[in-house]
């Protein structure tokens, strides 16, 4: 078997990718994280990215990833935690992001729901679907990346976007 590309996996971990993408993004969205700085710190990052060419409230949101738990922290959390012991391990995920949302003084909703809403997807998928928890796991470090890492300008244009689809 070695030498052999496979295919099946490398087309699991981008669809998951895409799952944990729309997880995240429509929580996020449905939380109202683009509508101001909610976090210490949040503020400051939407206006760098918007003194930047890119745009506020997506840079609002960004702000918002960066200085609180999420839903992408917590779906990323879900994952691993399904991953170790199953939904339970995704439920206790979901309880650790609720409490990293409370150091921050966040409400926490979003990281929280994003944790409970992708540990039962994460487990319906690897149960039903043939994925595997740490397909997830790579899968959600690819969102996260498309939104934090590649580009700031592009991707707060394109969360900007989105809010204002939702708005």
């Known amino acids: 078997m ?10 699991h971990i981008f669809a998951a990718a895409v799952v944990c993408f729309v997880i995240y993004v429509s929580i996020d969205l449905l939380f109202r994280l683009p509508e101001k700085g909610g976090v210490r710190g949040a503020d400051a990052i939407g206006k760098s990215i918007e003194s930047a060419g890119g745009d506020l409230n997506g ?4 702000g918002n990833i960066v200085c609180s738990p999420d839903a992408s922290a917590g ?9 170790t012991f199953g939904i339970a391990g995704g ?21 929280t729901t994003g944790a409970i809403v992708a540990t039962f ?6 149960e039903y679907a043939g994925f595997s928890p740490e397909q997830f796991i ?6 996260i990346l ?3 890492g590649i580009s ?8 900007g976007a989105l809010w204002r689809i939702r708005s």
Request: hydrophobic residues 55%.
């Open 2 to 11: 070695a030498g052999e590309i496979p295919y099946t996996e490398i087309f």
């Open 59 to 62: 840079g609002f949101m960004m």
């Open 75 to 83: 779906t990323l959390l879900a994952a691993c935690g399904v991953y």
């Open 91 to 111: 439920l206790v995920a979901a309880v650790l992001v609720f409490i990293g949302n409370k150091i921050c003084y966040d409400k926490g909703y979003a990281g």
């Open 121 to 126: 997807v994460i487990y319906a998928l690897s």
């Open 138 to 143: 790579a899968g959600m470090v690819i969102a």
């Open 146 to 148: 498309v939104i934090q």
């Open 152 to 159: 700031q300008k592009y991707a707060s244009r394109l969360l």
